[in-house]
C-alpha cells in the first residue's frame, strides 16, 4: 500500500515511513493511495475471531510492507493485558436499537488507548525500517486525553522521548492530575497558557519549520507525532468498526446496515468509520455529534468551514476544537484525490480562517454524513436521562452523541440499528458527571472527592487507573506561553 500526501499526491510512501515521519514535508497528511475492500467472506471469516484475531487480519490490509510476524507482536504488545474487560471494545445493548461501543477500558480510561498502545510497537518497527538509526522525539498536542494515553504509551520506550503539550485551562481536574503525575524517564508535560488550538497549532508549527529540523537532526533526533494527524495512530481505530459490525452481526444476524454516531473533535474517530465504511463495512449514517464548538456541524450542514467564532470551554473538554485536522483527509478522498484544492482550502484556512468547498465536495459529503450538535445543558440532560431511564451512566462526550442521536431519530425517524460510540469513563469527568445524576452533589469537591462521590451516588465502581491519583507525586508543574514551545523543546532535549 502506497500512502500519498493530501498536499501533494505525487508523494507516494511505504506505511513504515508515512508512520515514522506522522506529516509529510508539504505540510499535508498521509492518506492511503486506494482504500483497500473487504466483502462478506472476509467477515465470515474474522466474525467469530476475538478483537486481537481480527486486528490482525484487519491491519496487514493497510500495512503491506509489515511481516506477519511483526503485526502478531504490535496487536498483542497492545491489546493482551493492558485493558480491564475481557473485551477492549465491548458493545452494550441499550435494547433501543441503539448499541453504546465502550472503548474506554483501556490504561487511561479513554478511547484513544486503542489507538495509543499500539502505535509506539508500531512506530518503533517503522523508525527501525526507515528511521536512520535516530532517537524519536513524539511531540504531542494534547485536549486531554491523547496526552495521557500518549504518556502511558510511550513511556520508557527505548530511543523514545516523548514532550506534551496540554491547555492550561481546557482539561479536567483528572487529565491534568494524570499527566502532571506521569511516571517515565523520557518524558515531559507541559501547560500552554492557550486553548488546545493553540497548542496544536503550535506544535504543527515546530514540525515543518526547518531550522528546528536541523537542528534536531545533528543531534541524531527525529520528531514525530502521536496526534490523530499520524496515520499509525487512525489505522488502528478503523479495527474497532470492523470488530463492532462483527458483533452487531452476531447479535442480529440479519442486520443488513447500521448507523454509527461518534463524539468528535479532531475527526480522527470519525473519519476511521468513514474509511470503515470504503472498506464495504454497510454503514449508512456517519452521524458527526459536536458539543458547542459546533464548526464541524455548520460544515456538514452548509460546505462552509468558518473558525472565526467564539471558542467555548465545555463540559466535554476533549471536544473543544475549531480546527478538525483531519477534515483534510475526508476532503482529499471526497474530492478526487485533488491535492490542488486541498491545497487551496487549506492555505485559506491557515491564512483566514476559513474555507468553502464546491459543489460536489458538499453533495458527498451530506450524503455520507449527518451533523448535529449538544450544548452543556443538553448533555447533562442526556446523562441523566440515560441513568435514570436505563441505569446506564455515561460520560459528557458520549452524553454528547446520545444527545445528537436521538434528536436525529426524532426528526428523521430512521430506525436502523445505530452503534453510539463511547469515548471516556465518566470517572474522568466526575465532578460533571455526578452534578448531571444529581444536581449540586458535586459542589465544593475536590475532583477525586467527586469520583468517590459518584461511586457512591450510581453504585458504579472507579476504574483502577483512576483510583490514588491524588496521592501520586506531581513531577511537571510549569506552564509557558504558545511562543515559547520552542524553548520548551530545546531545553527538554539539550540541544
Ligand atoms: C479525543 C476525544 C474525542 C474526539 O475525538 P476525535 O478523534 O478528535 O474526533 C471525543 N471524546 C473523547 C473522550 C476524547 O478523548
Not at 466526575?430 to 450510581?458: F, H, N, P, Y
Request: negative net charge; proline residues 4%; hydrophobic residues 40%.
Amino acid at each position: 500500500m502506497i500512502y500519498n500526501s493530501t498536499r501533494c499526491r505525487s508523494v507516494g510512501v511505504e506505511s513504515a515511513r508515512a508512520i515514522n515521519d506522522g506529516i509529510s514535508k508539504d505540510g499535508g497528511l498521509f492518506v492511503p493511495s486506494n482504500i483497500p475492500t473487504i466483502d462478506k467472506a472476509f467477515i465470515n471469516s474474522i466474525k467469530e475471531l476475538d478483537y486481537i484475531g481480527r486486528a490482525k487480519k484487519i491491519l496487514p490490509l493497510y500495512l503491506t510492507d509489515f511481516t506477519e510476524a511483526e503485526i502478531d507482536a504490535c496487536v498483542k504488545g497492545a491489546y493482551s493485558g493492558n485493558f480491564d474487560h475481557d473485551i477492549p471494545a465491548p458493545l452494550s445493548d441499550m435494547s433501543d436499537g441503539s448499541y453504546i461501543l465502550e472503548l474506554w477500558h483501556g490504561p487511561t480510561c479513554a478511547f484513544k488507548d486503542m489507538a495509543l498502545q499500539i502505535l509506539p510497537h508500531l512506530l518503533t518497527r517503522s523508525a527501525a525500517k526507515v528511521g536512520d538509526g535516530k532517537r524519536t522525539v513524539i511531540l504531542v498536542a494534547t485536549s486531554g486525553d491523547t496526552g495521557k494515553a500518549a504518556l502511558e504509551g510511550f513511556k520508557d520506550v527505548e530511543n523514545t522521548d516523548i514532550i506534551v503539550f496540554y491547555p492550561n485551562d481546557g482539561v479536567s481536574a483528572t487529565q491534568k492530575l494524570q499527566m502532571v503525575t506521569q511516571a517515565g524517564a523520557n518524558v515531559f508535560v507541559c501547560a500552554i497558557n492557550g486553548n488546545f488550538d493553540d497548542a496544536q497549532s503550535g506544535v504543527k508549527r515546530i514540525f515543518t519549520n526547518k531550522a528546528i529540523a536541523e537542528k534536531l537532526g545533528a543531534s541524531g533526533m527525529a520528531f514525530s507525532s502521536a496526534n490523530s494527524i499520524n496515520w499509525g495512530r487512525l489505522l488502528p481505530q478503523i479495527v474497532y468498526y470492523v470488530s463492532a459490525y462483527c458483533d452487531m452481526l452476531n447479535a442480529n444476524p440479519d442486520m443488513t446496515e447500521f448507523n454509527v454516531v461518534v463524539p468528535t473533535g479532531n475527526f480522527g474517530n470519525i473519519l476511521a468509520a468513514y474509511y470503515a465504511k470504503c472498506m464495504g463495512v454497510p454503514i449508512k449514517k456517519l452521524i458527526c455529534a459536536s458539543n458547542a464548538n459546533n464548526v464541524l456541524t455548520d460544515f456538514i450542514n452548509t460546505g462552509v468551514y468558518d473558525r472565526n467564532r467564539k471558542f467555548y470551554t465545555t463540559i466535554s473538554p476533549s471536544m473543544d476544537i475549531l480546527i478538525s485536522s483531519n477534515l483534510e483527509r475526508l476532503l482529499y478522498h471526497l474530492a478526487g484525490d485533488d491535492d490542488a484544492r486541498v491545497s487551496e482550502w487549506m492555505k485559506s484556512l491557515s491564512e483566514k480562517g476559513c474555507y468553502t468547498v464546491d459543489a460536489d465536495v458538499k453533495a458527498a459529503v451530506s450524503d455520507n454524513f449527518y451533523a448535529g450538535y449538544a450544548d452543556d445543558t443538553a448533555t447533562k440532560a442526556t446523562i441523566n436521562k440515560l441513568f435514570t431511564e436505563r441505569g446506564y451512566l455515561c460520560d459528557t462526550h458520549t452524553a454528547v452523541a446520545v444527545s445528537v442521536y436521538n434528536d436525529y431519530v426524532a426528526k428523521s425517524g430512521d430506525k436502523t440499528p445505530t452503534v453510539i460510540v463511547s469515548t471516556a469513563s465518566p470517572y474522568k469527568f466526575a465532578a460533571d458527571v455526578l452534578d448531571a445524576v444529581k444536581s449540586g452533589a458535586a459542589d465544593g469537591l475536590s475532583g477525586i472527592k467527586c469520583m468517590e462521590r459518584l461511586s457512591e451516588v450510581t453504585c458504579t465502581e472507579i476504574p483502577t487507573p483512576l483510583c490514588g491519583l491524588s496521592e501520586r507525586e506531581v513531577r511537571f508543574a510549569g506552564s509557558v506561553n504558545p511562543s515559547e514551545m520552542d524553548d520548551v523543546v530545546y531545553n527538554y532535549l539539550k540541544i
